[in-house]
């Protein structure tokens, strides 16, 4: 889908938002140690997609810590954020960190293999 400038800036907004309530407002321990990785709200702005990634064995804790502490973000970005509405977060994991750590793991076994 093609994004317009004024799409990509209320993404990075939602993003900036979300990122900074996890490190000062939101005190929980599970969310410590993830990293917020995009966010893709609506047109109308009624829902927001939020992609975060995690250490790999504390993907079911960051999963559970989110929608414990999804109302408490919804209001912060309802406060800072000059919207008519406050958007429906949805948190979902990014593979992409993954994939690339996969990736990379598979290109130094071959680089490896080729230098033996």
């Known amino acids: 889908m093609k994004q317009g400038s004024s799409n990509r800036?209320?993404?990075q907004q939602a993003r900036s938002v979300i990122?900074?309530?996890l490190l000062y407002e939101i005190s929980d321990p599970r969310l410590d140690?993830?990293?917020i990785t995009?966010?893709?709200v609506s047109?109308?702005?009624s829902v927001c997609n939020v992609?975060?990634?995690a250490?790999?064995?504390c993907y079911d804790d960051a999963a559970s810590a989110f929608e414990a502490a999804s109302g408490r973000i919804r209001s912060i970005m309802a406060h800072k954020?000059?919207?008519r509405i406050a958007p429906e977060l949805r948190f979902m994991l990014d593979p992409s960190v993954d994939e690339a750590e996969r990736i990379e793991k598979a290109l130094d076994r071959e680089s490896k293999r080729d230098q033996a």
Request: include cysteine; glycine fraction near 4%; hydrophobic fraction near 35%.
């Open 38 to 40: 995009g966010c893709e």
């Open 55 to 57: 250490d790999s064995s």
């Open 51 to 53: 992609f975060y990634t």
């Open 81 to 83: 954020l000059p919207w």
């Open 19 to 21: 990122a900074n309530a």
């Open 43 to 45: 047109y109308d702005r």
């Open 33 to 35: 140690l993830v990293t």
């Open 9 to 11: 800036k209320v993404n």
